[in-house]
């Protein structure tokens, strides 16, 4: 099981308005309009609109992606991203691989999968996207209101467990758990973090699910209401990590909740930005280089941001495009084979 530093994160909860629609980002055109003195200016590329795809409202990803998006249009003018709510990470590999998007937020293992036809996307590869740059690492976290009863993973039996949208990474790393641990739960539900909130304080939910660094919907529930919150350790973690050696063993430190006195030991894996492949080389090597030389600015709206490193991409597991390519080149980092581009 591979080990982390311990994970100092917050977070910031930032809205942007969901468009509808998207195009002409593969017909950028450089506009040349005479100057004074006839000659003609060369004026910054017009690159168009972008449907992002993050994920259900009020997670972790969703914050994360409309501060990612309104920083990117703040340093490329021309460059107009419309935040698509989505089902989260899985859904996110087959909205991009449709078309329906063309940069997204996923998980390196989700990523690996799609790209393989493997494991969630047995039998059919999704081989449109390319890596630009891993982001935080996102942590499975359960939680409930204090005094039911339920301690850890395995007090999940027989109750009624939220596991976030269905194509979500919490869905898909929670149901894995449940089967591989034996855990049964009397029902698994599938709405958005908020609207689980709801049912639990309304006493028709047992528990809920989420991946993340410090989630939105637990710091919510916590304002009013004493929680018990865990994770994957142990040797349930053991004996799930023996099956997906690519999950992470980390830690929330203690204090990181209100209320929380104890620190939450459970696994996850690293977020990772995924864009088209036909994407202009020169528009994703703006994205790369201004998600770095950005990455404090948009901590103010996400905190996870502050601890991301271009060096974590030799931890992506596909390729990368050749736009981000030539920025780590750049930067001197050594990229593996096999996640050079292809293309």
């Not at 601890?307 to 050749?322: C, F």
Request: glycine share 10%; proline share 5%.
């Amino acid at each position: 099981m591979k080990k982390l530093p311990v994970l100092l994160l917050v977070f910031g909860l930032c809205f942007a308005l969901v468009l509808a629609g998207c195009g002409g980002q593969q017909n950028a055109q450089q506009q040349e309009p005479q100057g004074s003195g006839g000659e003609a200016t060369e004026q910054p590329v017009n690159w168009g609109r972008f449907s992002i795809g993050s994920s259900s409202i009020g997670s972790s990803s969703y914050t994360k992606t409309v501060a990612w998006a309104n920083y990117m249009a703040e340093k490329i003018p021309t460059f107009s991203p419309i935040i698509e709510s989505t089902a989260g990470s899985v859904a996110n590999v087959q909205l991009l691989e449709s078309g329906e998007v063309q940069i997204a937020q996923t998980m390196t293992t989700i990523a690996a999968e799609g790209w393989n036809g493997e494991g969630w996307a047995e039998g059919k590869k999704h081989q449109r996207m390319r890596a630009i740059a891993t982001l935080d690492p996102f942590a499975l976290q359960f939680y409930c209101l204090e005094g039911k009863g339920i301690q850890s993973i395995e007090d999940i039996n027989g109750k009624h467990v939220n596991l976030s949208k269905a194509g979500s990474g919490t869905d898909n790393w929670a149901r894995r758990l449940f089967d591989e641990l034996g855990i049964k739960p009397a029902k698994i539900s599938n709405v958005n973090p908020g609207e689980a909130n709801d049912l639990m304080r309304d006493g028709l939910l047992d528990v809920a699910g989420v991946m993340g660094s410090v989630h939105p919907s637990i710091v919510e529930m916590s304002v009013n209401n004493e929680l018990r919150i865990f994770g994957v350790s142990g040797e349930a973690a053991a004996q799930f990590s023996a099956k997906y050696p690519e999950l992470y063993q980390l830690t929330i430190p203690a204090g990181s909740y209100k209320g929380i006195d104890y620190a939450i030991e459970t696994l996850g894996e690293y977020d990772v930005l995924i864009v088209d492949k036909d994407l202009p080389e020169e528009l994703v090597y703006e994205l790369v280089k201004h998600t770095y030389q950005g990455k404090d600015v948009m901590a103010a709206a996400y905190e996870g941001m502050s601890s991301i490193t271009p060096e974590s991409i030799v931890l992506a597991q596909i390729p990368l495009h050749k736009g981000a390519y030539k920025y780590y080149q750049e930067l001197g980092i050594e990229i593996p084979d096999q996640i050079k581009p292809i293309d």
